[in-house]
């Protein structure tokens, strides 16, 4: 339950990172090392949303109380999803073809997590 809070409070003080960000910078202001920035904060907040939706999940559907390692390990995959659709949104490069690669990219990732871990 500790690992919860801290996940949690993490992602708001991101989620709050985020809104300065995007409120008070522009594109053209913020640098290389500002996308680094807004990426890994997205990530973080993503990250964080995941841990907390699966954790809800699991408390309905399979009446558990705490999350396992391997539940970050699923959340921390899946949370790279929306970080790689933003880049590629980026790019400009948004179309079946790479929805498809990073499906599937998600699906090897997280059967890699079942698999081996």
Known sequence: MKHNRITLSVGIIGLAALILML????????????VLLFFTTAYITIFSAITFLMELFLKIAFRREKLSNKDYLY?????????MFLMARSFGAVNLWTTGLIILFLLLAEFLVKKRI
Not at 25 to 32: A, C, N, V, Y
Not at 75 to 82: I, T, Y
């Open 75 to 83: 959340s921390a995959v899946l949370s790279f999803g929306p970080i």
């Open 23 to 34: 409120n008070l910078l522009s594109p053209s202001e913020i640098g290389p090392l500002g």
